[in-house]
């Protein structure tokens, strides 16, 4: 069975400090994992995806197969961060999400 | 050019009585789904169509959900006999083809139905 699990739902860190939103999954074969963000009043989006190694808005995210995890991480917060961020796994057919984690930026 | 669209932004409905959610995918887009996203549940995957027709109905909760593609475009998802506890935001979303990892999912705006 598929599933993601992030176990904070809520995140508050101050600006200018590091970010970790956890993310572990459960997947038999090989996975495709996401992050996915919702700013306010905007339509969720993709933020990033594993396999392209990527860094966006300063996040990376690295799949680790050994703990099952892909934790986003930011080494130094913004304002602008606050949003709720949705990890995501690829299945067969379908995404599986996370339960979400709302991020507070306190300036 | 304009993306997925959904309507009624909100819906305020009494229990017992069916409503219908409508999703406009981006055009060309083959492939759409539908989620429900609740307070405490996250994101929950519903049903996904590719074309008309519609691989995986896992998701659907019971029997009083359903939706339906028309013409490779429109979907529109029907709860019958609401309840309370299908009050929550309806997201739909659609991406260029089928689920496979270069595949980005565009989401739209959500419909948030309250049922009273």
């Known amino acids: 069975a598929q599933r993601v699990t992030q176990p904070e739902k809520l995140l508050s860190v101050f600006k200018g400090a590091p970010v970790e939103l956890k993310c572990n999954y459960s997947?038999?074969?090989?996975?495709?994992l996401f992050w996915y963000v919702q700013y306010s009043r905007q339509r969720l989006q993709l933020l990033l995806r594993?396999?392209s190694r990527e860094s966006i808005k300063g996040f990376t995210a690295d799949l680790n197969k050994g703990e099952t995890s892909f934790h986003l991480k930011k080494p130094f917060a913004q304002e602008e961060d606050s949003a709720m961020y949705y990890c995501?796994?690829?299945?067969?057919?379908?995404?599986?999400f996370g339960q979400g984690t709302r991020l507070t930026i306190n300036p | 050019g304009a993306g997925v669209s959904q309507s009624p932004s909100n819906k305020v409905t009494e229990k017992g009585k069916d409503v219908e959610l409508r999703c406009d995918p981006i055009?060309?887009?083959?492939?759409l789904y539908w989620y429900r996203q609740s307070l405490g549940q996250g994101l929950e995957f519903l049903i996904y169509?590719?074309?008309?027709?519609?691989?995986?109905k896992s998701g659907l909760p019971s029997d009083r959900f359903s939706a339906e593609r028309t013409g490779g475009s429109v979907s529109t998802l029907t709860i019958q006999r609401t309840q309370q506890e299908d009050s929550a935001v309806y997201l739909c979303?659609?991406?260029?083809?089928?689920?496979?990892?270069?595949?980005?999912?565009?989401f739209g705006p959500g419909t948030r139905l309250t049922v009273l």
């Open positions: 979303a659609s991406s260029l083809d089928r689920p496979v990892i270069n595949n980005e999912q565009f």
């Open positions: 997947y038999s074969g090989s996975p495709e």
């Open positions: 594993h396999i």
């Open positions: 995501a796994l690829q299945g067969a057919q379908k995404l599986v």
């Open positions: 055009s060309g887009h083959t492939a």
């Open positions: 169509f590719q074309g008309n027709s519609a691989p995986d």
